[in-house]
């Protein structure tokens, strides 16, 4: 059973950034495809970042491309979410998943952590 948990959320002003991280429990994360999702108030889930198992090919939503990296630590068993340059909407509960694959309909997931970006 693979077990998410996030951490990192909380309130950042617009221009600031935030380091989002993903760890896991029972598994060792490197050898799944880990995603960071968001979803934003009376919005749908959007996909943010993917970084595959198989060859750490990674994958940005257009709008977060240049703002946002995504990067394994396989010392702590975590992949993380470096976000920079954050905006209003950029506020979202942001979730990690895992699969064997970078896909939308992934089959772990964590219970999300809050970002919220407001003056």
Avoid: H
């Amino acid at each position: 059973q693979v077990q998410l948990v996030e951490s990192g959320g909380g309130l950042v002003q617009p221009g600031g950034s935030l380091r989002l991280s993903c760890v896991a429990s029972g598994v060792t994360l490197d050898s799944y495809a880990i995603g960071w999702f968001r979803q934003a108030p009376g919005k749908g889930r959007e996909g943010v970042s993917c970084i595959s198992a198989s060859d750490g090919s990674i994958w940005y939503a257009q709008s977060v491309k240049g703002r946002f990296t995504i990067s394994r630590d396989n010392a702590k068993n975590t992949v993380d979410l470096q976000m920079d340059s954050l905006k209003a909407e950029d506020t979202a509960v942001y979730y990690c998943a895992a699969d064997l694959t970078c896909r939308y309909a992934m089959t772990y997931w964590g219970k999300g952590t809050l970002v919220t970006v407001s003056a």
